[in-house]
């Protein structure tokens, strides 16, 4: 679980780390989202998510 927690990280630090600006767009574009937005983008990362992890068993 730890080594899953890591990688996250790492994987989400890699965008600030090499292009900040872009990042702070991004940010911006995602605070202009609605709710229903957001759950759905959520909802579509968790299942993809759960798609990967079932392919890799």
């Known amino acids: ?5 890591g990688m ?4 989400e630090g890699l965008m ?3 292009f900040p600006r872009q990042w702070r767009e991004l940010f911006r ?7 229903g937005q957001l759950r759905f983008i959520g909802l579509v ?3 993809v998510g759960l798609l990967l ?5």
Do not use: C, H
Not at 1 to 5: D, P, Q
Not at 8 to 11: P, R, S
Not at 29 to 35: G, H, P, R, S, Y
């Open 1 to 5: 679980m730890f080594l899953a927690i």
């Open 8 to 11: 996250v990280l790492v994987i």
């Open 16 to 18: 600030p780390l090499f």
């Open 29 to 35: 574009q995602i605070m202009a989202l609605t709710d």
């Open 45 to 47: 990362a968790v299942a």
């Open 53 to 57: 992890l079932s392919l890799l068993n």
